[in-house]
Every structure is written in C-alpha cells, then in structure tokens.
C-alpha cells in the first residue's frame, strides 16, 4: 500500500473542523440531464509531462484519470481517446458511478474515481463497465506489439473466479474465457497480467493475492514480447517463463474494444466477468517498462535509507557500490551495464588465468555472476548481452581449456 503522508494529514485535518466525514464517499449515478452528458473536459496538471519524460521502457499511448465531475465521457489525457460510462454515451444501466475516493498518488485533492458494482443489483447484464471504443486512431495507439497496462485499484472482494480490472480485446477459448489481446484480471484471489501472442497462446504473469483489503494498491503488468511481468506497489512480483518472441495478437473474434471492468463477451452472460472495486488513473504503454519506470509513475521512493552513489539503491542492497553517471541505469541490487560486465569477467577470468573443463563450464559461470548482479527475475538488455558474449565465445572449447 502506498501512502502520501502530506494528503492524509490535510484530509484529517478537515475531518477534525468537521469539513469532511473520513469514509464517506461521494458518488453520482445516472442523474446527469442531457446537458451534462458531455460535461467539460478536466483541467491538467503537468505531471504527466512531468513523470515520462525520463521513462526507460515505455512510451505512454493512453491515460485515464477518471475526474469528470459529471456526465458520460471519460476524457483521454493525449485528447484522441475519449471513451464512456457504460456501453452507450447515453445514460444505461452499465454506468459505473462517479466517486470521489482517488488513489493517493494524485497530485492534489479534486481527483475521482469510477467505483464499479459487479454484484448484486448490478451482476450480468446491469454490470457496470467503461468503454473505449476502438476507432481507426485508437488502433494506432492502443496496439503496440510491446505493452505495458497500469492502474490504481481499490476493492474488498477478491472472487473466487475472475474478474477483470482492464481488458482489450475479446475472444474465447473452449472451455474459459481467458483470451484477451491484453488485460489485468482477478482469478482465483490474485491479480494477474496476461497476453494472447500472435502464436495464439495465452501467456501470464505470476499472480499476487491480498489485495482485497480496502486499500488503493498500483497495479502495473508488461510484456516484452517473451515476458510476462507483474508489479504491485512499486515491487516485482515475478515474471512468467520466456516464451518464443512474439507480439501481441490484437485480431480476436469477438472484439477489439478496451473495457474498465469487464471482459465483456458480447453473447455469453458467464464471459462478462465484472470487477467490484474502485478503478482510477489507467495507463496503456508501447514497450516493456522497467522497475525504475513503475516506482516514478507510481510515485513510491526508490530508496528508504543511504544512497552513497544517488543511484537509487540502498547502500544496505547496493553490490556494486560508486555506480558512476554514465553507468546508469542500475539494477535492482545497483550494478550498471559496465559494472556488470566487468565483475563478470574478473569473476570468470575470461583472461585465460582460469581454465574450464568445457564451454558450458564458463557460460555457466558468468551466468551465474550476471544472476547475483540483477534483480529476482529482473532483465537487463545489457545483462543478456554479457550472456550471449559468453555463449558465443570460444572459452571452453579452443581456448582455456583445462588439460
């Protein structure tokens, strides 16, 4: 769970003077008149300027922020893609409600939410649900073959089957409903990220249970065309296997919309799978982003004790300390590309001071070396070409070869 200190402060200030009751929630429904159904677009601060211009992965293609006081558009932060409550742009019964309960990385108190109501009253067909729909131009931005998906979710009800926070795309595979271009989804009490591939294989990250605790939590899944990654509150939950590369598939048979709070087949009532919870400030991204890339957007500290070197790391887990300027960005335990790569060859006497039964011998070592430099999971491009120069070296076989 991530905290603002200064936000709460201000807010339990007001509740002390009696200017605001803590754990109320102000909500607005289907009691907009046709004036309002196109309620004025939003006023922006900078931040986003502000926090992507220095993102390593990814480039932002879509942002939702959900702060309409009123009405059925939910306005699109790049201005082309606007969506709506529900499935029409008219009131229905899938709107989900206005709120004011924003997570609490938003940059001051006016910011909202959309709380979703997928239970009860609201189960299939009146379940609630956001629509982007899936213009020419949207094509453009919000299918890149790389993804990125991001949001703040907030819920007490984690079901025992699932529900899905962000979908795009829709098809079904026999028996399930699982196929989408790309979501972020409930099953089974975790949340998950996955992707269908243009080999028509459905590829997810690991999955994170406990999140159904009342709590805003920052929810961000990638894909880098051979993974799947999961990160919750700033930190990686892990990574699925490396598949073959492949981008995203984005030709399914049964839509190509991008709903908030839903899969949403459009003729099976059990592949409509709602969320209950609230949702706020959604992010599509092209290309995979990096550790580094979600704690900024996400607004968590990169370091909560020493930095000696400012790299981003503690000095409590910083293995390559004095990690220069150039050298930069680092790992999760601190170490630069340079670094890496250096450490792995004196490690490994790639000098011929070591010799090596066989070639696996060695490309096993600096395997290992380059493992205890990175992160759990984590990749470096730079990491994989020490790799890859170690396997297509000729240690092992004409060279060093112990006698």
């Known amino acids: 769970m991530f905290t603002k200190n200064s936000s709460l402060a201000w807010l339990r200030y007001l509740a002390a003077g009696g200017l605001l009751a803590i754990g109320c929630t102000a909500e607005t429904g289907d009691t907009s008149s046709p004036d309002e159904q196109t309620a004025p677009r939003p006023a922006e601060d900078d931040d986003t300027a502000k926090s992507e211009a220095a993102l390593e992965g990814g480039t932002l293609r879509g942002r939702w922020r959900f702060n309409e006081e009123s009405g059925q558009t939910i306005f699109g932060r790049l201005g082309t893609n606007d969506g709506y409550r529900g499935s029409t742009m008219s009131s229905d019964a899938n709107d989900p409600l206005r709120s004011d309960q924003n997570n609490p990385n938003e940059s001051d108190l006016v910011g909202r939410s959309l709380r979703f109501r997928g239970t009860g009253d609201h189960a299939p067909p009146a379940h609630d649900f956001a629509t982007i729909p899936n213009s020419e131009e949207l094509r453009d931005l919000l299918q890149p073959g790389n993804v990125s998906v991001v949001a703040w979710i907030r819920t007490n009800a984690a079901p025992a089957g699932t529900s899905y926070i962000v979908s795009k795309g829709i098809d079904v595979h026999p028996g399930d409903c699982s196929a989408s271009s790309y979501s972020l989804y409930f099953e ?165 001071s070591r010799c090596y039964r066989n070639h696996g011998a060695y490309v096993s070592c600096v395997s290992n070396k380059v493992n205890s430099l990175i992160g759990p999971e984590e990749i470096l491009a730079c990491a994989q070409d020490v790799k890859s120069d170690a396997s297509g070296s000729e240690i092992g076989k004409t060279l060093y070869v112990c006698q």
């Open 188 to 352: 089974n009490g975790a949340v998950k990220f996955g992707v269908t591939s243009q080999m028509n294989d459905f590829r997810a990250s690991p999955g994170k249970t406990g999140l159904a605790d009342g709590e805003w939590h920052h929810v961000v899944g990638t894909y880098n065309g051979a993974r799947v990654r999961l990160f919750v509150d700033g930190a990686l939950v892990g990574a699925s296997q490396a598949y073959t590369d492949s981008p995203v598939n984005y030709v399914l048979g049964k839509g190509r919309q991008l709903f908030f709070g839903a899969y949403n087949h459009p003729t099976r009532m059990d592949c409509k799978l709602p969320y209950t919870g609230f949702i706020d400030d959604v992010r599509v991204y092209r290309g995979a982003l990096t550790l580094n890339d979600v704690r900024q957007i996400g607004g968590f500290p990169f370091t909560t004790g020493p930095d000696a070197d400012g790299d981003g790391v503690t000095d409590t887990r910083d293995v390559c300390p004095n990690t220069a300027m150039a050298d930069r960005p680092v790992s999760e335990r601190g170490c630069g590309c340079m670094q890496i790569d250096a450490m792995a060859e004196a490690s490994c006497k790639s000098d011929g």
